[in-house]
């Protein structure tokens, strides 16, 4: 069983909706979650990352929250543009460990 | 900043063929990750380097998989021989690894996509 499991796994909204894409994992004790965006055909680029002790990060219209006790983590867009099109990677890292666990990803479409 | 490099960018092989898959992290990293992707299984962590030398290949699959980094610059995946489950996208990453390991991040390249017929 995946350690790290996100959802939902597609999404469609119109361009200036917002969205909220959750990622739920079991990997404990962890070190840091990361939230990564990967446009088709491209490398997944990051876009926040937060330690066990933080419970938001925010970068532009994307703000990631974490709830280490439910071990719950949220991606909230704002105001979506046709850009944000792309796979939303949620990932986790263990504690004092190297290896990270990924997500499925949600495939998220905004639509004009 | 020319960001990780990954070269070839496609790749179509027969079966039981050697493939090579090259990738330049960028300059100064000391930390580089070769991952694969493929629509069933998601992004997996094949094995990753600390200075030049191989921490976990724990990911990689079988004996057909080597990864070497011979310098600071460079790092191939090599599969020998391939198969049409080898299909995939392949992806490399490189970090610079400081003292705050939650703050890292971890810059991927472009991919490779491997087609094994």
């Known amino acids: 069983k995946n350690q790290v499991e996100q959802s939902p796994q597609s999404l469609i909204i119109l361009e200036g909706k917002n969205c909220t894409l959750q990622?739920?994992?079991?990997?404990?004790?962890?070190?840091?979650l990361r939230w990564y965006k990967q446009d088709t055909g491209r490398g997944p680029v990051s876009l926040t990352i937060?330690?066990?002790?933080?419970n938001t990060k925010s970068n532009g219209r994307y703000t990631a929250t974490l709830d280490a006790d439910t071990k719950q983590s949220s991606l909230h867009i704002t105001a979506s543009q046709l850009s944000d099109s792309a796979s939303y990677i949620c990932v986790v890292s263990p504690l004092n460990n190297n290896d990270m666990r990924f997500g499925a990803g949600t495939r998220l479409t905004v639509k004009p | 900043d020319a960001g990780v490099i990954q070269s070839p960018r496609h790749e179509v092989t027969e079966m039981g063929q050697e493939v090579t898959l090259r990738c330049k992290p960028i300059?100064?990293?000391?930390?580089l990750f070769w991952y694969r992707q493929t629509m069933m299984r998601g992004l997996e962590l094949l094995i990753y380097f600390n200075n030049n030398v191989p921490i976990d290949d724990s990911g990689m699959p079988e004996d057909r998989f080597s990864a070497k980094m011979p310098n600071a610059s460079f790092s191939t995946l090599k599969i020998q021989p391939s198969e049409p489950r080898d299909s995939a996208v392949y992806f490399c990453?490189?970090?610079?690894?400081?003292?705050?390991?939650?703050?890292?991040?971890?810059?991927f390249g472009p991919g490779t996509r491997l087609t094994v017929l």
């Open positions: 990453a490189s970090r610079a690894q400081g003292t705050a390991i939650p703050t890292d991040t971890q810059y």
């Open positions: 937060m330690t066990f002790s933080e």
């Open positions: 300059s100064g990293h000391n930390s």
């Open positions: 990622c739920n994992y079991t990997v404990s004790p962890f070190s840091n």
